[in-house]
């Protein structure tokens, strides 16, 4: 057998065991792996030196050492989101629906963990604490696929966390951490349809694409956020140009921010040009169609690759469109699914923009930065899911969850004939 | 562009006028779709002789031959099916849940369809009408690959279905019925990931493996039904022996029919002998363990493999137990998550098994026969989920839809930092 099949087969094996924490059980082994992170601060940050010294070596620099980079302030952050997630509702054994039978069987509908989670993720050491607390939350086990970047730092966090688990008497496999980074390994993990429940791949378009064409197992994909803000004819202007900056300027390089403004023609004249100013002064890059290059001088032309790209960056492309139904066709050719925003006065606008885009999270006159499980109230959040099935934007841990059915009778049966006249007669 | 992917784009581009639709005019549509199946009763009858007829000559015969034959009244049964389901409640729309956020942002949950789901099945024609109708009641356009013995009878009832989509101003390709039953055809709409949103494989094993094996799209499997029932050392053993006899005989042929029998040892000289008396008067042969052959004279020993078999047929395997964690353990290693049932009058004990059990349906004194969407109060299925994401168990319209985020804001911003302290002045 495989080591990725024997370590899969073992966080399999420990599934049951979290499956069948109660919810006092979960609290305390969460509060414990914030304790246990703590006391392994200095070993955690020893090992991030040295994924931040042959990250330099590497050459890497900018927003990707600053993903892996972590120091006290980050460690106690990620106590503190473990400490939140144990005091989350727990998702497991809720009864969402009940009926009875005009037969008299009363069905339930309740949550039950997934199983086995596979999550596969890039340089960011502190999903392998967020990602396991909320898997575990939900009561599954996980298996934990990082970035070769952080791979001393994960194991370092999952070190922590595996004490917790040992004191609780549970299995250190139910928070599985691979070390084999190589992409065959990647690839029969993602392949392995006995064992692995889900797949959740979080990270830039090449990893997703990757997990994509190679699993077998179910997968929700984490994939880019092309945002969009529509400016409608009935927009507030001053709301509109709030909603632009920090949608663009608050945080570029994350998923939920902005990276495409459209305009209605007919506020084009009055917003284009203030809001040009606005963001030019914060350092925002331009890419216009025709229209909007004659409004803003000195615009860069957009091309097609522009409206497509999610820039992470502080960049944007705009267009003017001649009324709500252009925009929604532009929004449904280039949209990746994930949050779109409209400033309107006009509910009937706004209902229509609602209604015609089936992205994950579509917005009336509020910032696209809210699309975020914490923000939308999930406590905490395993990603956005772009993948329109089981879940749709923000999961939180009800998402590591499925709802099935418990039914309770008095002997009911389907077909009345099959009842035994007289059971109680021997053969 | 190959045929299949042009027909699977036509009906993409059909999908967003079908999740348009309000809720009267899909129950117009419905309904004018049962009533154009009655009026194409006699061609539809014609393309199902011709089917029957090569069916013959191919040599199929018994439940094979069944299950492609139409008549008067299977057809009648078809229009009431989708009358029926015209009646269901409207899944698209419906606000999950509602919360107002700390800043006064307001946050729904609302159901949007999920767009074009694939339908993939073998011999019965009435699937063709029923997916059309439950995917099409969720706001779904839909792409049909049904088998090849039933292409005529499929054919002419798609023929009866366009002509209600006609009529009501709508594009054939929102109910897209393929005619290349090529193997490189499923293969390549399986992995048109641009397109399909959900692929759900319905029929035997050999059909689901290949699905499974070359999907690119999300699937969501209808695998076989391996239920099991446990007879409790505290089961009311004329209840036990009901709900065998239903579970067992009243349809052998379907997913949720019984297939194993255990039975806890305290019980078992009591249970066994009287249970083997009845199942063998109903033509049951019966596989057993040498306990089991012990106590009922003349039983076949099981096998491994008949411990893992959908028989599908008039026989049972059999297996006497220690205690209950013996049949959960056995449950869990044999079990295909669809249907297991404990008889018991022992409240501890259900609970146990229905918390260590994560089959898809798990039932306390029911019949296995009740793990149907109609019992399970669904009003109509499109088949029994085994796929444990999305949705698990008997799938109806509100399966074929997904949750999404609607926010609606006055202008709030994620950092109050991006406001714009005047907006209303000029550049």
């Known amino acids: 057998m495989s080591d990725i099949r024997s370590l899969a087969l073992a966080c399999r094996d420990a599934a049951p065991l979290m499956a069948a924490l109660d919810t006092a059980a979960k609290m305390a082994l969460l509060h414990d792996m914030a304790s246990s992170l703590e006391q392994h601060g200095d070993a955690i940050l020893a090992a991030n030196a040295r994924d931040m010294q042959q990250a330099l070596d590497k050459g890497l620099h900018g927003a990707m050492l600053d993903r892996l980079r972590l120091d006290a302030t980050r460690i106690a952050a990620i106590a503190q989101a473990l400490r939140e997630v144990a005091g989350l509702p727990d998702p497991v054994g809720v009864v969402t629906r009940r009926e009875t039978r005009p037969n008299g069987i009363a069905v339930e509908r309740v949550r039950i963990p997934l199983g086995v989670v596979a999550m596969i993720y890039e340089a960011r050491p502190n999903v392998t604490a967020d990602a396991a607390a909320l898997c575990l939350k939900a009561g599954n086990a996980v298996i934990l696929r990082g970035g070769s970047e952080a791979l001393h730092s994960n194991l370092a966090i999952a070190a922590a966390l595996h004490d917790a688990l040992r004191a609780h008497g549970l299995p250190e496999a139910a928070i599985t951490l691979l070390q084999d980074l190589r992409r065959e390994a990647m690839v029969e993990l ?179 930065r809210f699309s975020d499980g914490g923000e939308l109230g999930l406590g905490a959040e395993i990603g956005i899911s772009t993948t329109r099935l089981h879940a749709y934007g923000p999961m939180g841990a009800e998402s590591l969850t499925i709802e099935r059915f418990v039914v309770r009778g008095e002997g009911q049966l389907r077909h009345p004939q099959s009842r035994i006249e007289d059971p109680g007669q021997g053969p």
Chains 1, 2 share one sequence.
């Open 190 to 368: 993602l392949q392995l349809t006995d064992i692995v429940d889900l797949a959740i791949p979080r990270g830039g378009e090449g990893l997703i694409r990757f997990v994509a064409e190679h699993a077998r197992v179910p997968v929700i994909k984490h994939y880019k956020g092309v945002c969009h803000l529509f400016v409608d004819s009935a927009a507030d202007v001053a709301l509109a140009l709030n909603l632009l900056v920090d949608g663009k300027t608050s945080r570029p390089g994350v998923c939920n921010a902005l990276e495409t403004l459209l305009v209605h023609k007919d506020v084009a004249g009055a917003f284009l040009p203030r809001a040009a100013h606005v963001l030019r002064e914060r350092g925002v890059e331009l890419r216009g169609d025709p229209a909007t290059c004659r409004l803003v001088p000195d615009t860069k032309a957009a091309t097609e690759d522009d409206y497509a790209a999610e820039f992470l960056d502080l960049i944007l492309a705009v267009r003017v469109v001649e009324d709500l139904d252009q925009a929604i066709a532009h929004i449904r050719r280039y949209s990746s699914d994930h949050t779109e925003v409209i400033a309107t006065r006009d509910e009937a606008a706004a209902q229509r923009f609602v209604q015609a885009l089936r992205s994950a999270v579509v917005m009336v006159n509020a910032s696209s």
